[in-house]
């Protein structure tokens, strides 16, 4: 399990787990789930109220965060989960659009859902992960 001091310790969660992965002498591998990542600052509290966009920029900075305390980056995920609790579509699209800014080139597989609401007061996003990384016998 996998906990940051950078980000809100507030949270009843790791913010990542990980298995590191090997077969036949294979090249070991580090598979990466991470917890969904939420719009919260360090002190645990929901950043940009009513703003998706600004929520989804906090919680691709917060995803990069738990990633990197696993040894991953956006570059290694293999699949995406994003949550936006909305039923309006321009709102899925507001957020959709700030999580592919983030990935940039590396389009993974990704699911995209609005939903009637998500755990902390004034959340309206949040990206679950999975990634997947070469790893350094003895890492």
Same mark, same amino acid.
């Given at each position: 399990?996998?906990?940051?001091?950078?980000?809100?310790?507030?949270?009843?969660?790791?913010?990542?787990?990980?298995?590191?992965?090997?077969?036949?002498?294979?090249?070991?591998?580090?598979?990466?789930?991470?917890?969904?990542?939420?719009?919260?600052?360090?002190?645990?509290?929901?950043?940009?109220?009513? !703003? $998706?966009?600004?929520?989804?920029?906090? /919680?691709? %900075?917060?995803? @990069?965060?738990? =990633?990197? +305390? *696993?040894?991953?980056?956006?570059? !290694? $995920?293999?699949?995406?989960?994003?949550? /936006?609790? %909305?039923?309006? @579509?321009?709102? =899925?699209? +507001? *957020?959709?659009?700030?999580?592919?800014?983030?990935?940039?080139?590396?389009?993974?597989?990704?699911?995209?859902?609005?939903?009637?609401?998500?755990?902390?007061?004034?959340?309206?996003?949040?990206?679950?992960?999975?990634?997947?990384?070469?790893?350094?016998?003895?890492?």
């Amino acid at each position: 399990m996998v906990r940051d001091s950078e980000l809100a310790a507030a949270v009843d969660y790791a913010y990542a787990a990980y298995a590191d992965l090997a077969e036949g002498g294979e090249r070991p591998v580090r598979a990466v789930w991470t917890a969904g990542a939420c719009p919260l600052d360090a002190d645990g509290r929901t950043v940009a109220g009513g !703003d $998706v966009a600004a929520q989804a920029r906090q /919680v691709m %900075s917060n995803l @990069r965060q738990a =990633l990197s +305390s *696993a040894g991953a980056t956006l570059d !290694d $995920v293999v699949k995406t989960t994003v949550y /936006v609790a %909305s039923a309006d @579509r321009t709102d =899925l699209v +507001s *957020a959709w659009r700030v999580v592919r800014e983030h990935m940039g080139d590396h389009d993974a597989p990704s699911t995209l859902l609005g939903v009637a609401v998500l755990g902390y007061p004034d959340q309206l996003v949040e990206v679950e992960a999975v990634a997947v990384v070469a790893v350094a016998a003895g890492d």
